[in-house]
């Protein structure tokens, strides 16, 4: 224990004096109590083996006097007065899975008011007042804007684990009206977790009006985790359960084609995103960047999205053989590998970051280009195979160097480390090590060499060193969580399975499951959108689409396995909120007062079909690093994931869900959306052409889905659908 507030150590000696419960309510032999002292409204939680844990709802100074007790069978509202104003605190016990306790705090202040300090709202509480006399672990907790989650356990005594997530998008009139953030406002540090309010000092909360303070929600369980493997596992169960509950934006349908249109459009023809070396068109990072070299990851980040449209589309982009073309410069003769920096540019870089130096490898940068040129290699092009397996001998003598153990950056021809750590004491970037065995299993499917499988292996092996957070950056975390579950179904090690599960949950505690509705926030829809990097300040486009496709090639190989239904279920709705607010980083569709005016590099068209690079808080303008180019992307990779194009007819089928491969025979196609039967997602059938749309018959496997698919109103240009995940889907037309 680091060391207790004044205010913890004070409320336990006050919670140990005990006094008798004004309510109480027993579930699966957790025993929820609620006490009043003369400043607190306290629901003291009793853990069956004898635990307590402490959570502190309305708050004042003095004199909080509870006027009335309301119960019900979901558990009792308390209506309190204050010398700061009223409170009302409802708490109820949804009955799902493991105990869970939800609690809302609204408060009326008596007078404009300012709350210069609030202290966190959980605390472990002994029974005799010895507040040192527990310990505990905690997993998870709130950085930035992600997630406002506590994912806690005790060591001793060992009761359990408990998941608390503070819903903050009910908070966002304290945010609006005090101009404070709702980022890292989560967290503590054992024995006092969970909310504290932000200080609101500048502006402050007004007589009168009802603000919401606190809806927390938590979710207990008896089991205390051993290892990483079991806290991976545990939070996603946790996760999930609490997910199933609380409030979530209902996805819109946007027009993906179209926008597709309009960024093949910009990304062929606006000389912002090109520049010319040597004969040959590349593709700028960023529009009008012209002082940094071409890199091969933005000819490749473009190049796959492009190829997975063609192949969905029948059409062809002459962009595709202006990229593949230019591909071989990047390659070093002297050291056998493709390089970051188009090599006959180098000397434009200005040595302004520690990257941006000639022959400094930035580690995962190594690799990611091989897993792309793997990507086309497969879809049959030689230049790609050519390149990929003259430079794969130079990657796994980097990880036999380094033991399977990344630095951050590194000089490419003496393998002298020049950043080995991203924080002192954090290490360097873990995750390389999954993303280096994806790489290794795609060279082994094309070269059937069992060298690069056992290389895969030796990598996934060394990820245990790292304990839980294994996260660096988002997408290549995604990618080897894929390599992680093919490891599991070549070589049917559980273990292989369980690195997957610990580094899908490495990337959920890296989301943001609440809205942002301050400042330029509802302009830009957040829910369930995850960040690039352990400490980024801002969403991104490109780490998202990435992702986006990870998750969908992830699911797409877990048929047959045996895979954990909270996995499922969040990786499903992590593709439905994405496709819903993807759309909102192209600045066409944002107002021009939430644009950055200065930017890092090149610059910003707001006309200009060209997604930003980054979101940020709702306080913050966004843009400001640049319109990324290499994430233009992003419409092509939506498209033929979520659009179904059925041959020579002129209509498309889209699911906000990712869907089993579809099968289409006649005029009848069938599909599985996948996800869990208990959370829904839309179908449209989506008219493309100027004929009629056909008349539709959909059939489900249920009597019940079938009413609800029946009871469709159907619209001009596009029919929409019920639907709901795990679901057989029957189209057929007439």
Known sequence: MAGISVWAAGAAAKLADGGSPIYTREIQGFIFAVHHTDDILWIVATWPGGARTSFRTAYAPDNLTVNKITESAEGVRLDIASNVGAFTVAIDFPQTGNPVLHYTVQLWPGLDMFIPFWPRDVIMTPANG??????????????????????????????????????????????????????????????????????????????????????????????????????????????????????????????????????????????????????????????????????????????????????????????????????????????????????????????????????????????????????????????????????????????????????????????????????????????????????????????????????????????????????????????????????????????????????????FKNVSLWECRYGYGPNFPNFFSVFPLNDAPYTAVYEEQEVFAGVHELLANTHGVDFMPSAAMLLAEFVRHTVHRAVYYYPTLLPEDMLAEKIKTGELDPKLWVALEDIHDGWEKSGEVGQEVYGAGLAFGIVPRQYIKIPDHDFLIFVDYPVSTPQIKNKTISFNTLGVKELNCRMCIVKTGKSKLPRFKVMTGSADDQLRIDSNKAKKDRHEYLLHGDQKVIISWS
């Open 130 to 507: 010895n507040i040192g006399g527990s310990a505990g672990d905690i997993h998870i907790s709130q950085i930035g804007t992600r997630s406002g989650l506590v994912y806690a356990s005790f060591a001793r005594p060992k009761a359990g684990t408990l998941l608390y997530f503070q819903n903050l998008t009910a908070l966002a009139d304290y945010h609006s009206d005090t101009q404070t953030s709702a980022a890292d406002n989560v967290g503590g540090q054992w024995p006092e977790i969970g909310l504290s309010l932000p200080a609101a000092i500048e502006k402050p909360l007004l007589a009168g009006k009802t603000y919401t303070i606190s809806d927390a929600w938590i979710t207990f369980s008896n089991d205390t985790p051993a290892d990483q493997f079991d806290i991976a596992k545990g939070y996603l169960n946790a996760l999930s359960q609490i997910y199933m509950l609380i409030p979530k934006p209902e996805p819109k349908y946007h027009d993906y084609p179209d926008v597709l249109n309009k960024a093949l459009y910009d990304l062929q023809n606006n000389k912002g995103c090109w520049t010319y070396h040597n004969g040959h068109p590349y593709l700028n990072a960023y529009v009008c960047d012209y002082y940094t070299p071409p890199e091969i990851m933005v000819q490749l980040a473009v190049l796959l999205p492009v190829q997975d449209y063609m192949r969905w589309s029948g059409e062809r982009c002459v962009i595709e053989q202006d990229i593949i073309n230019a591909l071989p410069a990047f390659f070093n003769e002297k050291l056998g590998t493709v390089m970051r920096w188009l090599p006959a540019q180098e000397d434009m870089l200005d040595k302004s970051e520690e990257q941006k130096v000639p022959k400094v490898m930035d580690s995962w940068y190594l690799h990611h280009p091989l897993l792309n040129l793997a990507r086309v290699a497969r879809a049959g092009n030689k230049i790609a195979k050519e390149l990929l397996l003259k430079s794969v001998d130079y990657a796994i003598k980097v990880a036999h160097h380094f033991n399977y153990k990344w630095p951050v950056f590194y000089q490419m021809e003496t393998l002298e480390v020049i950043k080995a750590e991203t924080k002192e004491g954090e290490g360097g970037e873990k995750d390389v090590a999954a993303l280096y065995a994806h790489v290794m299993l795609q060279v082994w499917e094309i070269t059937k060499e069992k060298r690069y499988l056992n290389e895969a292996e030796k990598a996934a092996r060394s990820l245990v060193q790292h304990g839980f957070n294994i996260f660096y950056q988002a997408n290549n975390t995604m990618f080897g969580a894929k390599a992680m579950l093919l490891l599991y179904k070549y070589t049917k090690k559980e273990f292989y399975l369980n690195l997957c599960y610990l580094l899908i949950a490495n990337v």
